[in-house]
């Protein structure tokens, strides 16, 4: 069965600084990936999604994730942190049904 | 294109009592799924239909959660009773097909259950 590890419960970067957001999954097929967010009372919004097609993916709002398959890997990163990327933002990994990561809450500072 | 829909936002009840969930998803949708997220978790999925059917209810309560989607549209999710542990926020999420693993979810608000 697959499952999804959400490596920093909690991640605080400045405003303007690089974001990473780490996750590696387990799975035994070729899985498809998704990075979700959560905003405070609104609803999950998907950021991107990997399904093996290209290993680089470029999703919303300058977010993207690289799919290693050596590595099981699909970390999320963004050159430059802005205020409002501030939330709570979730791995998933599907074979099928959808299994979620903890969830890493990402803090950025003025 | 309007979202998934979820009533009500807010529900406070005590334990014992029984409570419903109300979801709309996107016009269109064929399969619409239920979602518990306990504070500090991820969600879990609680049950999946296509169209009017249930594909997955495994990690459903049954002695106390019942989920319906009599019409293929809408659903109503019901605890009854309900326990302290179920306190959590409840998504809905719908899709447009049931093709699995690469299928896009679409999320409601979430309703947030408060149970005392």
């Known amino acids: 069965a697959q499952s999804v590890t959400q490596l920093d419960s909690h991640v605080s970067v400045s405003e303007g600084t690089p974001v990473l957001l780490r996750c590696n999954y387990s799975?035994?097929?070729?899985?498809?990936l998704f990075w979700y967010v959560q905003h405070p009372n609104k609803g999950l919004q998907l950021l991107l999604k990997?399904?093996?097609?290209?290993?680089l993916v470029k999703g919303i709002n300058g977010f993207e994730a690289e799919f290693k398959k050596s590595e099981t890997s699909f970390h999320l990163t963004k050159p430059s942190a802005h205020m409002s990327d501030a939330a709570e933002y979730f791995c998933v990994v599907s074979e099928g049904d959808m299994r979620f990561g903890a969830g890493t809450r990402l803090t950025v500072k003025p | 294109e309007a979202g998934v829909a979820q009533s009500p936002r807010y529900k406070i009840i005590e334990k014992r009592q029984s409570v419903a969930f109300w979801c709309n998803p996107i016009s269109g949708h064929a399969t619409l799924y239920w979602y518990q997220q306990i504070l500090g978790q991820g969600p879990k999925l609680l049950i999946q239909f296509q169209n009017n059917g249930v594909v997955d209810d495994s990690q459903l309560p049954k002695d106390r959660f019942s989920a319906e989607r009599l019409k293929g549209v809408d659903s109503t999710l019901k605890i009854q009773p309900a326990k302290l542990e179920d306190s959590a926020v409840y998504l809905c999420a719908s899709s447009y097909t049931n093709r699995g693993r690469k299928e896009t979810q679409y999320f409601g608000p979430g309703t947030r259950l408060l149970v005392l």
């Open positions: 990997y399904t093996s097609a290209a290993t």
């Open positions: 799975s035994s097929y070729s899985p498809s």
